[in-house]
Every structure is written in C-alpha cells, then in structure tokens.
C-alpha cells in the first residue's frame, strides 16, 4: 500500500506498521476494516471448483477474523479507492502462526505482484517480533499464491491435498 494513497483519517502503527484508522473515536486495524469481506471473497471463489461454500459462511470466516486474526502482521493491498485487491491473513491460534495469501477475485489484474507484497510485510512483521517460521494454507492451483510462494523459496514439509472438481463428483 502507497501511504498517499491514504484518507487523512488514517495512518500507520509506529510498532507495527499496519495501517489503522479511527472507528467511533477508537483506532482500529485492517482486520476489522477489510479482511473479512475480503478473506470471505477469496475463499469463495478458490474453493468454489472443488469445495464450494454454503450461503452464510462469511459469518462463520469474519468470526475467526475477529477472534483469531493477528491485525498488525495481516496485510492488504488495497487500490486508489481503498477497495481490498489481496491479502495475506496471519492466524494466531497455532505456532507456529499460519498464514493465507491470494487474490479477492481470480481476475485482478496484475494479481500477481500485488499480492508479492503482502506475505513479505506479514513475514517483516513476523520476524521483527522474533518469529523465523511460520505455516502456509494455501493450494496449487491458487494463480497468483503459487508463484509468489516459489519466489520465496520456502523450505521445510507440504502435502498436496486432492482437488476433485464439482462437477466430477
């Protein structure tokens, strides 16, 4: 994200650098702003050719965003007009934590590099508090994830899950 791109209302943590912004007079993180509109609408559309979601899960995804999010280590990228584009989400309730990453929507243009960034400010984040693991959910078939994950060079174990299309069920 371009700090000019920036309403005046809001800015970023000195600790964290997370961007945050004031809420009925209170400062607020990202978590709150953006992510569970934005985490519902990614799981959506990349588990919808082989684990498609019920009417109602975002519920269920925004209660984990806000129980269960670190806000100042999840990133997003937002476009001029503050709309999410990608993000990284950083879950707490495990060590090490785990972190999902991918586009909002299969088709944003230049996907790719802007979710590139997100991981690494989630990963800045993490390793300044001392933090050198962490875990990744995310699938093969995730277009712009896969890329950026190679990029990273990640080491250490993975599994593949078996994606079994809808419509071959």
């Given at each position: 994200?371009?700090?000019?791109?920036?309403?005046?209302d809001?800015?970023?943590?000195?600790?964290t650098?997370?961007?945050?912004?004031?809420?009925?007079?209170?400062?607020?993180?990202?978590?709150?702003?953006?992510?569970?509109?934005?985490?519902?609408?990614?799981?959506?559309?990349?588990?919808?050719?082989?684990?498609?979601?019920?009417?109602?899960?975002?519920?269920?995804?925004a209660?984990?965003?806000?129980?269960?999010?670190?806000?100042?280590?999840?990133?997003?990228?937002?476009?001029?007009?503050?709309?999410?584009?990608?993000?990284?989400?950083?879950?707490?309730?495990?060590?090490?934590?785990?972190?999902?990453?991918?586009?909002?929507?299969?088709?944003?243009?230049?996907?790719?590099?802007?979710?590139?960034?997100?991981?690494?400010?989630?990963?800045?984040?993490?390793?300044?508090?001392?933090?050198?693991?962490?875990?990744?959910?995310?699938?093969?078939?995730?277009?712009?994830?896969?890329?950026?994950?190679?990029?990273?060079?990640?080491?250490?174990?993975?599994?593949?899950?078996?994606?079994?299309?809808?419509?071959?069920?």
């Amino acid at each position: 994200m371009d700090d000019p791109l920036i309403h005046r209302d809001h800015w970023r943590d000195s600790s964290t650098r997370a961007l945050v912004a004031v809420e009925n007079g209170r400062s607020v993180g990202v978590a709150t702003m953006w992510v569970p509109a934005a985490n519902a609408a990614t799981y959506r559309w990349t588990h919808a050719a082989w684990a498609p979601t019920a009417d109602g899960f975002e519920d269920v995804l925004a209660e984990v965003v806000r129980t269960e999010v670190d806000q100042g280590a999840t990133s997003v990228a937002l476009d001029p007009q503050r709309r999410p584009l990608a993000l990284t989400v950083v879950s707490v309730d495990c060590d090490p934590p785990v972190i999902t990453a991918e586009t909002v929507a299969p088709d944003i243009p230049d996907g790719e590099r802007l979710l590139g960034g997100c991981p690494r400010r989630s990963f800045d984040v993490l390793a300044s508090r001392g933090l050198s693991s962490v875990e990744l959910d995310g699938h093969v078939s995730d277009p712009h994830l896969l890329p950026v994950w190679v990029r990273l060079e990640p080491t250490g174990q993975w599994f593949h899950l078996v994606e079994i299309p809808v419509d071959e069920v």
